[in-house]
């Protein structure tokens, strides 16, 4: 009586297991795939872009303002919705193909000095 049923004993059945394993996949995951992949981007790009049309600081920039008035909203959505795509997975893609660390921060080094060409100081 001091120990439990052979039942009890058992180890846990495979559908116990089952969350562990999906959590670690998730884990696993590109940024992307957990994001859920474009059918949640786009319609967060959708507002971040309507949010970023009425933006008093960015539209400071007479190139963006410029840039605005040449390019429709609805290509600059589905071309920014594109780049999350494209990037949130594109470091997990650097890693399979064993890009080196190094180059990784210079490719993220580059995009990220294009920030002084798009936002202008308060």
Request: overall charge negative.
């Amino acid at each position: 009586a001091a120990c439990a049923p052979a039942e009890e004993q058992a180890e846990p059945a495979a559908e116990e297991a089952a969350p562990t394993e999906a959590a670690q996949a998730q884990e696993e995951a590109s940024l992307y795939v957990r994001l859920g992949g474009i059918m949640n981007i786009a319609p967060v790009v959708d507002d971040f872009i309507e949010r970023l049309l009425v933006n008093d600081a960015i539209n400071a920039n007479e190139r963006v303002k410029a840039s605005r008035e040449r390019v429709p909203a609805s290509y600059l959505k589905y071309h920014v919705t594109a780049l999350v795509c494209q990037v949130t997975g594109f470091l997990a893609t650097m890693n399979e193909f064993g890009v080196p660390e190094r180059e990784q921060q210079e490719l993220v080094a580059i995009v990220e000095s294009t920030k002084v060409d798009i936002v202008v100081p308060e």
